[in-house]
């Protein structure tokens, strides 16, 4: 069953908080990067990695990152771990960004 469209208050704190707090795990180049990359399918470390061009090190510290603020979960297969978007949601925003952002750059030029 779909969830039922929640009207936005201006005066739920908590929910601004919780918004804040999603758009600055968000706030990363890398990060947006790996969103983009898990909409396609889930993606283990190394697969991450090797698509965006990153080192081991910075891609674990930034699905960390994603992991706590709930963007995406991870599922242990053998001795890796396959991480996915927790839902759709968060592509779109990001989808929606880069598409608000190329418009900017098209307008000031």
Do not use: F, W
């Not at 999603?22 to 889930?42: D, H, Q």
């Not at 674990?60 to 396959?82: F, M």
């Amino acid at each position: 069953m779909a969830h039922p469209i929640l009207r936005p208050s201006t005066t739920d704190h908590a929910g601004h908080t919780a918004a804040a707090d999603l758009l600055r795990a968000l706030a990363a180049p890398a990060r947006v990067a790996i969103v983009l990359s898990l909409r396609e399918r889930s993606m283990c470390v190394h697969e991450l990695v090797d698509a965006l061009h990153l080192n081991q090190p910075q891609v674990s510290q930034h699905l960390s990152v994603l992991k706590k603020s709930g963007v995406v979960v991870g599922t242990r297969r053998g001795r890796e771990i396959d991480y996915a978007l927790a839902d759709d949601h968060v592509a779109h925003i990001v989808v929606d960004a880069l598409v608000h952002a190329a418009e900017l750059r098209e307008a000031r030029s």
